[in-house]
């Protein structure tokens, strides 16, 4: 009997000694495959990896990071270096730039330098983290500075991808030039995901900053406090409708020695085919990668520009045959004069087959709400305002009711009825 314990034990041995190699052949798997994922989901971001030398118990990379602009094109190129330990059930990678975090002869980290690391398990759970100390970055030419009071930052992917979590702390962090100065404080940032299909994700998130100065040279300042911003998608009927919902909450904004608030914004998308959103975000993408590549090189093929249009085109009239709704069901904006409040929404019907086949134009169906009240001292308060609103009071779309100005509009048949005003509308859909 002991001579079999011993032998047991002797092979979990060999087995407990080689699963560094076999981790160290995965972790390298699983490294290609997500830079594949990475490159092909997106044209912005890039990873490149030039040299992989895996040992037994670690390995190194090498490779750069390429970064477009998606505005202008212009490409940003960061070069890294990681270094990979094996252990029996995953892998730690520690990443840093090829450079070093900071340019030769500079102190950007006082006293400690960032520490990014992807922890990996063989079982297909991934966490990146980024651990950064305090930071003063000066550029002497132009004045500016940038400092951070470091953070944390942290998402850990599982189920092979198909879910992640995310966390941001950072306390502090402030942008000082010749003409204003931006300080931002206590931002805290949590979101769960799940995919979808496709680019499509649901969960929830929430995101806090307790405050945010804009302040000017000529003494000038604004700050917004208790800022949060929460969202939720949904997936429903077995993952064939999605419904997401946003709010965003502003508990003050101070100006000129005056504060004013609460303020609330709710947005809404409800009822969304999946398989048609999800054509839709595709396609727009195309458009967007076309277009950056038109910049960028100046070769792109009219077929490829025609296909991606048609495919956004043919999307979009898919996601209103199927029905939907969208719009903002809550707006409250606190002044000192009274509350802007509003609502608004647009829907489509959902069409039989019958209907979709004989379906011209996307707004032909499309109906519609909005309400829109805020007070009439608020127009007299502010001369700007005023010379924007009396028009729309003088053609009949704003009308005085007591205090307040009041719209009341109704949309059907290509036509806009706003408070008894008739509008028509053009075609575009």
């Known amino acids: 009997m002991q001579k079999r314990w011993m032998i047991a ?6 087995v ?9 052949y995965v972790t390298e798997q699983q490294w ?4 594949q994922e990475v490159n092909s989901a997106q044209p912005f971001v890039q990873l490149q990896t030039g040299e992989y030398r895996r040992g037994f118990l670690g390995a190194e990379l090498k490779g750069s990071l390429r970064i477009v602009n998606p505005e202008t094109g212009e490409p940003h190129k ?8 094996h252990g029996v059930t995953g892998s730690l990678l520690d990443f840093e730039p090829a450079g070093g975090w900071a340019p030769e002869g500079v102190d950007w980290f006082p006293d400690a330098l960032p520490k990014l690391t992807l922890e990996t398990r063989i079982w297909g759970t991934a966490i990146v983290e980024l651990v950064a100390p305090v930071m003063t970055i000066t550029d002497t030419e132009t004045g500016e500075s940038l400092n951070s009071s470091g953070g944390l930052a942290r998402v850990e992917i599982s189920d092979s991808g198909s879910s992640a979590e995310a966390l941001l702390v950072w306390p502090a962090v402030s942008l000082s030039g010749p003409d204003m100065d931006i300080r931002i404080s206590d931002i805290h940032m949590e979101q769960t995901m799940a995919h979808l299909l496709g680019g499509l994700w649901t969960g929830n998130g929430e995101l806090e900053i307790g405050s945010a100065t804009v302040a000017l040279t000529d003494g000038n300042a604004l700050t917004l406090r208790g800022f949060g911003l929460t969202s939720t998608s949904e997936a429903r009927d077995g993952g064939a409708r999605l419904d997401s919902r946003a709010a965003i909450d502003v508990q003050e904004v101070a100006r000129e020695n005056q504060s004013y608030g609460p303020h609330r914004l709710v947005l ?6 999946v398989q048609s959103w999800n054509d839709v975000t595709e396609g727009m993408s195309e458009l967007q990668a076309i277009a950056l590549q038109q910049e960028t090189t100046g070769a792109v093929q009219p077929e490829q520009q025609l296909a991606a249009m048609e495919k956004v085109n043919r999307s979009v009239r898919d996601l209103a045959a199927a029905g939907f709704s969208i719009g903002f069901p809550e707006l409250i904006l606190a002044t000192p004069e009274g509350e802007v409040q509003g609502n608004a929404v647009i829907r489509h019907p959902e069409l039989t087959g019958q209907q979709k086949a004989g379906m011209l134009m996307v707004m032909q169906r499309l109906t519609g709400e909005m309400n829109l009240s805020l007070p ?3 127009a007299e308060n502010y001369p700007e305002l005023r010379m924007q609103l009396a028009p ?13 100005l009041e719209m009341k509009a109704t949309m059907r048949d290509l036509m806009v009825d706003i408070n008894g005003v008739e509008i028509p509308l053009p075609p575009l859909l």
């Open 268 to 273: 809404s998308l409800d009822n969304l085919d």
């Open 376 to 378: 009439v001292a608020l």
């Open 78 to 85: 960061v070069d890294y270096r990681g270094y990979v330990s």
């Open 9 to 14: 034990g002797a092979g979990v041995l060999v």
């Open 392 to 404: 729309m009071v003088k053609q009949g779309l704003l009308v005085q009711d007591g205090g307040r």
């Open 32 to 35: 290609q495959a997500v830079t």
């Open 16 to 24: 407990a000694g080689a699963m560094p190699w076999a981790v160290g």
